[in-house]
């Protein structure tokens, strides 16, 4: 069996969630087992092992779990994107496109310095429109983004690909074919 394989059967698939026609790809079940989520984390550092990375930002929800565990083990700050009005201090702020609309995102704006290296954290990346507006607010105010990575990639809905096309690395551990 192979590492992705392996990795794979930790994923429980929901049907018609959260609207018919939608698989949806749930990595609770992968963070719940000891082992696949140590093997995750560390397959998504494998790359920049021994390189100087300055921050991990995670998008909210998940991307903060899996994030602030890739921070530890590059041992790096960690920044949260969160959804708009969600945080305390003065923010910088971007709209960004979802499948069904647009939304905002932010963070707080000394969180980065200008100049940081930073990898960018979610659980999986689809159209890839939330993954775009973190790679643009993080250039914004000046970091240098040096990775996206991602548990899961829907390779048929682009996303990956938006984010190489922008000179963005893209890390993925396992696609899933469909949406």
Request: charged share 25%; with cysteine.
């Amino acid at each position: 069996m192979t590492f992705e394989h392996d990795l794979k059967a930790t994923v429980r698939t929901i049907p018609d969630y959260p609207k018919p026609g939608i698989l949806f790809r749930d990595i609770t079940t992968l963070l719940g087992d000891p082992r696949a989520f140590r093997r995750a984390v560390d397959q998504l550092v494998d790359p920049w092992a021994g390189s100087k990375i300055d921050k991990v930002a995670g998008i909210e929800a998940r991307g903060f779990i899996i994030g602030g565990a890739v921070a530890h083990q590059v041992s790096a700050g960690f920044v949260p994107i969160r959804k708009k009005g969600k945080l305390p201090q003065t923010t910088v702020r971007i709209a960004y496109s979802l499948e069904n609309g647009i939304d905002e995102m932010e963070m707080h704006a000394d969180a980065i310095k200008p100049g940081e290296r930073v990898i960018v954290v979610d659980d999986l990346i689809a159209t890839g429109g939330t993954a775009e507006g973190a790679v643009k607010l993080l250039r914004q105010i000046g970091a240098d983004v040096v990775a996206a990575c991602f548990i899961i990639d829907l390779p048929d809905l682009g996303g990956a690909a938006k984010i190489r096309a922008m000179g963005v690395p893209v890390r993925t551990l396992m696609a899933f074919e469909g949406h």
